[in-house]
């Protein structure tokens, strides 16, 4: 599972970054000085309305070098009218960030939430993306004989750059008990039969919910 860290300052040379951009595409002051250092990539990108419009959940990747020749890979990524944002779309937002940060073979990214988006203050948003990148990383192997490469690039760690870290982090376990659940759901569809079945199934649901302190009472034919 990807860690999940929220943290008050991020890394000074990010591999990779994340910009969110409504259909205004207005970039605020942090995002301008930052492209000012990047020879104006993402202001000149945006320039061109072909490439990059702002619609919900369209992304673009640039690819540039800072002035010490490291690369570095710019995530756009569209809110579409911000006035007409749900919540599960910024948990989408933040599974697309994932799977483009692993599909450029990069174990991380730093995506910064300072601001509130139309409805949702920054400390929603924060939770929202990272519930979603958290998601989005889901993989069913247990029936695996053999695993994928550990070592294989895949974002392992999302990192959100916040105000009030410790009040997202408490809000975000909330919700990652959410998240627990619906991969929970997903690994007992995901089953193979010959291994889940009524027996094994409510076996299986007793030792989870025992494990919280739950008493499960299972009834065969006859008791029902």
């Given at each position: 599972?990807?860690k999940?860290?929220f943290?008050s300052t991020g890394?000074?040379?990010?591999k990779?970054?994340?910009?969110?951009?409504s259909?205004?595409?207005?970039?605020?002051?942090?995002?301008i000085?930052?492209d000012?250092?990047l020879?104006?990539?993402?202001?000149?990108?945006?320039?061109?309305?072909k490439?990059?419009t702002g619609?919900?959940?369209q992304n673009?990747v640039l690819?540039?070098t800072?002035?010490?020749?490291k690369?570095?890979?710019i995530?756009l990524?569209?809110l579409?009218?911000?006035?007409?944002l749900?919540e599960?779309?910024?948990e989408?937002?933040?599974?697309?960030?994932?799977k483009?940060?692993?599909r450029?073979?990069?174990?991380s990214?730093?995506?910064?939430?300072k601001n509130r988006?139309?409805?949702?203050s920054?400390?929603?948003v924060?939770v929202?993306?990272?519930?979603g990148?958290?998601?989005?990383?889901?993989k069913?192997?247990?029936n695996?004989?053999?695993l994928?490469?550990?070592d294989r690039?895949?974002c392992k760690n999302?990192n959100?750059?916040c105000?009030?870290?410790?009040?997202?982090?408490r809000?975000?376990?909330?919700k990652?008990?959410?998240?627990?659940g619906?991969?929970?759901?997903r690994?007992?569809?995901?089953?193979?039969?010959n291994l889940l079945?009524p027996?094994s199934?409510?076996n299986?649901i007793?030792?989870i919910l025992?494990?919280?302190?739950?008493?499960?009472?299972i009834l065969?034919e006859?008791?029902?």
């Amino acid at each position: 599972m990807t860690k999940v860290s929220f943290l008050s300052t991020g890394d000074n040379n990010p591999k990779v970054t994340v910009i969110l951009l409504s259909d205004q595409l207005k970039l605020n002051h942090d995002i301008i000085s930052f492209d000012k250092k990047l020879n104006n990539i993402i202001s000149n990108s945006l320039n061109d309305n072909k490439l990059f419009t702002g619609k919900f959940a369209q992304n673009i990747v640039l690819t540039t070098t800072d002035i010490e020749g490291k690369i570095i890979h710019i995530i756009l990524i569209g809110l579409g009218n911000e006035l007409n944002l749900k919540e599960y779309q910024l948990e989408e937002i933040g599974g697309i960030i994932w799977k483009t940060t692993s599909r450029l073979a990069q174990d991380s990214v730093n995506v910064s939430v300072k601001n509130r988006i139309a409805g949702y203050s920054s400390v929603d948003v924060a939770v929202l993306l990272a519930s979603g990148a958290v998601l989005a990383s889901y993989k069913f192997d247990s029936n695996k004989t053999k695993l994928n490469d550990p070592d294989r690039n895949y974002c392992k760690n999302f990192n959100v750059i916040c105000d009030n870290e410790s009040d997202v982090s408490r809000l975000f376990e909330e919700k990652k008990a959410e998240v627990d659940g619906v991969f929970l759901a997903r690994n007992f569809v995901s089953q193979v039969p010959n291994l889940l079945y009524p027996e094994s199934y409510a076996n299986e649901i007793a030792k989870i919910l025992g494990e919280v302190g739950v008493e499960v009472e299972i009834l065969g034919e006859r008791e029902m």
